[in-house]
């Protein structure tokens, strides 16, 4: 997979639902519809998964659209960063964040460092990883200070339950 020059249909299929993204041409680059930043944006690898997985958020684990947000900035000592995606409750607390990589990134130990850096300033419940193949969740338990890897994503419904079997 290359980078922005390529259209869609020649990327590989995820391990996601499929979905039917917005496309355009701009000056040489192939741009998507972000519907959640409510613009166009630069089509990479990472962005492909992305669009995907938050299609897979809202449309087959019922995440309200409402409650997500993509490209969200945060400091981090003293430091500006970007979560790929946050999910908040309903009270707008970030209960959800989800690190992407392209399909052809493998899914280390540095990648999950990354997303725990970011959960350091959110504290969120949920950490999700993705490179539109493997999908990791896991749940935090600040009460413990620890958490747990769960076999799914859990949908919306079901994302306020505890987890004693896992």
């Not at 500006?80 to 130990?109: H, L, N």
């Not at 999950?112 to 539109?132: C, E, K, T, W």
Request: net charge neutral.
């Amino acid at each position: 997979m290359k980078g922005n020059s390529e259209e869609p249909a020649a990327w590989p299929p995820l391990n996601l639902p499929h979905v039917s993204l917005r496309i355009r041409r701009e000056e040489g680059l192939v741009k998507v519809f972000d519907s959640l930043r409510g613009k166009y944006v630069n089509l990479t690898p990472e962005e492909y998964v992305r669009q995907h997985f938050v299609a897979y958020l809202g449309g087959e684990l019922h995440y309200p659209a409402s409650l997500m947000a993509n490209e969200v900035s945060i400091r981090l000592n003293g430091t500006a960063k970007r979560c790929d995606t946050v999910v908040y409750d309903a009270s707008g607390r970030p209960f959800m964040i989800v690190e992407y990589k392209a399909p052809g990134v493998r899914i280390t130990q540095s990648v999950f460092d990354q997303i725990v850096r970011y959960n350091m300033r959110l504290h969120a419940r949920y950490l999700v990883v993705s490179n539109g193949f493997s999908h990791y969740c896991c749940v935090m338990d600040y009460t413990r200070d620890t958490y747990h890897f769960i076999p799914r994503i859990p949908d919306y419904a079901d994302a306020n339950n505890p987890f004693s079997d896992n």
